[in-house]
């Protein structure tokens, strides 16, 4: 709202009423427009969110043709609304998000379905005054034992929804049995409708523009890699730069690319899960080792702690001048650049699923620059300098030694995995220290691992 | 399976067969002692989870009454399943997220119901055969719209639940009215029952033993801040510890205790968002601000990012040696452990929800020994010694004089949620540094971040 002027106020109180109405439309333009704003960038930053959209839509309509058919609503009456509901509640964003669920749901319908009848049938032997009593029993016994299944963390990871299906089930028969003799009709019926409900998302979810979770989780791993990687290659300039403009705060904002990988773990961990639902798919097969994308994750964060603390170097209060700084400005420089290049090799060949060799060679060069660093450091480079003054300068430089740790360890993890997950063959590059290993067979026979260490070995 | 023996592989089948049956018991023993074991373990760790079980056991029995007592089945009918459905689904562990489901589904209910009402009139206005392709594209449109809504960041935190029931509702309304002519009374009959199983389940969930959210995300930020005083406790004691036995691997997990708060955020932001739904309730007023919990746990992890690179030095294959460590021992035990004392205290008064100024002092104290162990660094303490082994302890001492200014921080943010949420005043610590302040009306006037720059002003 504006400031109202004097003159405002001492007008009459309908002038004030008319003012006001008519600044609503404009406050309510302005926040239609913010909403439409919103959406247009949801939209635009994943176009999948609005295709998913129509997708929900349209598996809905489908559904919905149970009760404008009549041949298809004969069959199943009322429960067809059973249908309905399995569309709205399974369909999700991604196809292993579907199929998890819609697995869970049919799985523990039936099963559920079943104990329920048993049930139904075990309290109707004992009498009419019984039935409720035994009935209220098992319900009560079967819930806690269920719930408390739910904590278990394996469980809940892959079957937290179908314990939940399993309850609500075998609620519903085992109780809805004391009103309706039918048990066994409802039971059938409200088995088949999930069936139709979840098959009907499932078919839409991944005949229309699937979204693969395990796809996704692929590119985000190498995104966090890439990410750390940006922050490597800009880091060595922006820490050695004569600043003489300290306050240009302007366009750092390629530098905190890195943050959001702090965070990530959660992320990693529901996207691993739900990808293991998910059948082979392109470059996927079935049993991809999802697990050892958590620990890439992990050594991926690891290696962003290390970022983090390199980072707090760059906007210190307390810095090294910058003359001391440039005694070791080279090494530094180069070392986070091939360190860079390595993370980026990487992360682009574990992206296209391919297994190339050419990140060893940043990885080898930044070990030999990490040597001359060490060794620059031992021969007391910095004179006579205030100690105080070269602890930072001398603390970037040893973050920037574990950071090349780091990533050899990540090395290490995206060779393994790709091994295991058998990425194809790209190229066996040129590598000049070992020539004897380059003829065909022997390359074929060293693993990248191997070659990782031999290479590094010699670097050392 | 145990290795067969040539014997045993000599002997019959039948033999063979039933040593088979007689190993199957044992294996399958110990895999139900294993789950008996962790059932334990899970329950000890958290009895709650056991009353939350027989919380949805007594629950459900208490919705499924209507089934078993003829005036309350014949209020509803065949919905009653609607009343069982929704117990299960919207009971969750926490208050806040029970009522937040309960208030999602009932408020999307209604308006959903009565806007498929409105839909399902239109829609027959226009003739048998143009109904349901008229019922089909408004089912089409609200889904897909309703869909994407559910992208929105801030409704997807607060009423992701709420979109999807509005869709069901809506589908489920207007789409049944194809076939049942009583659609006013279906949508009454589903409103009516999801109130009655929301309340039940509200009502159990508050009455008997409730596990509120907000109190959890209470304790979990004091024990995040706990968990970092421990470690800095720790590390004086450990770090300058000469090392003669450096196998002792033994019982160094009390260290590992702060990784937990590393990945902590995405838990914090869950909480925060579940427990905005909860009503006030003992210390927790209804608008308590639990926003600034996220804020105060986002300064409680870069402080332990910091913690994290300290940590990376304990096990640091290059370290100084223990003469030229010994050098600067004195004050950065010193700077540790105040600053241990200044979280604990900090964590400790914040769990009680009391506001004492006792973390000042600590914090204080922690100021002036990092100004004693730069003035320590800057006489070039170090002699002639290597700069390669010094780096390690000079990084040390300066990133323990972060942690201090991090601590300062924290320090800020809760003293300002203690004013924002009026944590009663326990006491007024002597403050020897002015004792002009220590008039009883004058320290009431005085803030505790005002106290808190003066202090650490002084101590500068």
Redesign the interface.
């Known amino acids: 709202m504006e400031v109202t002027s004097p003159e405002q106020e001492s007008a009459g109180p309908l002038t004030r009423g008319c003012q006001w109405l008519k600044a609503l439309p404009k406050e309510f333009c302005a926040k239609v427009m913010g909403i439409a704003k919103?959406?247009k960038k949801?939209?635009q930053d994943d176009p999948r969110?609005?295709i998913?959209?129509?997708k929900?839509?349209?598996a809905?309509?489908l559904v919905?043709l149970f009760?404008?058919f009549k041949p298809l609503?004969d069959g199943f009456e009322?429960s067809a609304?059973w249908a309905?509901?399995t569309v709205?509640?399974v369909f999700e964003f991604s196809v292993g998000a579907t199929l998890g669920k819609g697995l869970n749901r049919m799985l523990a319908t039936f099963v559920a379905g079943a104990l329920g009848i048993g049930a139904h049938c075990l309290a109707t032997l004992s009498g009419r005054t019984a039935e409720?009593i035994l009935?209220?029993i098992f319900?009560?016994?079967i819930?806690?034992?269920v719930?408390?299944m739910r904590?278990?963390p394996r469980l809940k990871a892959r079957y937290d929804y179908g314990l939940?299906i399993f309850?609500?089930t075998f609620?519903?028969v085992s109780?809805?049995g004391?009103?309706?003799d039918q048990v066994l009709k409802m039971a059938h019926q409200r088995l088949s409708t999930i069936i139709v409900g979840s098959c009907i998302s499932v078919i839409v979810c991944i005949c229309i523009c699937p979204v693969w979770i395990g796809e996704d989780l692929h590119n985000f791993v190498a995104a966090n890699m890439e990410k750390l990687g940006n922050f490597l290659e800009a880091f060595g300039d922006e820490y050695f730069k004569v600043s003489e403009e300290p306050q240009s705060n302007v366009n750092k904002s390629f530098l905190q690319g890195y943050r959001s990988v702090?965070?990530s773990?959660?992320?990693e961990e529901t996207m691993a899960n739900l990808a293991r639902w998910e059948p082979g798919h392109g470059p996927f097969g079935f049993r991809h080792p999802w697990k050892m994308y958590l620990k890439l994750g992990n050594l991926t964060?690891e290696c962003a702690?290390?970022v983090?603390?390199l980072n707090?170097y760059l906007n210190s209060k307390?810095q090294t001048p910058a003359e001391i700084r440039g005694k070791i400005q080279g090494p530094c420089e180069k070392a986070s650049r091939e360190s860079s290049k390595a993370l980026k090799e990487l992360a682009s060949a574990f992206r296209k699923m391919v297994r190339t060799r050419s990140a060893i060679l940043h990885i080898a060069s930044s070990k030999t620059t990490a040597e001359e660093l060490?060794n620059l450091?031992?021969q007391?480079?910095?004179g006579e300098a205030?100690?105080?003054e070269?602890?930072?300068a001398?603390?970037v430089?040893?973050l920037l030694l574990?950071i090349i740790e780091c990533i050899e360890k990540i090395a290490e993890a995206v060779y393994e995995l790709a091994k295991v997950a058998s990425f194809r063959n790209r190229d066996a590059t040129v590598l000049p220290e070992r020539p004897d290993l380059l003829h065909q067979g022997a390359v074929q026979q060293v693993s990248d691992i191997d070659m990782l260490h031999h290479v590094i070995t010699i670097a050392e």
Chains 1, 2 share one sequence.
């Open positions: 919103m959406a949801l939209g969110r609005i998913h959209s129509l929900v839509g349209l809905l309509t919905s009760y404008y609503y009322d609304l309905v509901l709205v509640v409720p009935i209220a319900v009560f016994v819930a806690a034992i719930t408390f904590f278990f939940l309850i609500l609620s519903l109780v809805s004391y009103r309706d702090l965070t773990k959660s992320g964060r702690y290390k983090e603390a707090s307390i060490k450091l031992k007391s480079v910095w205030d100690v105080l070269i602890i930072p001398a603390s430089a040893s574990e």
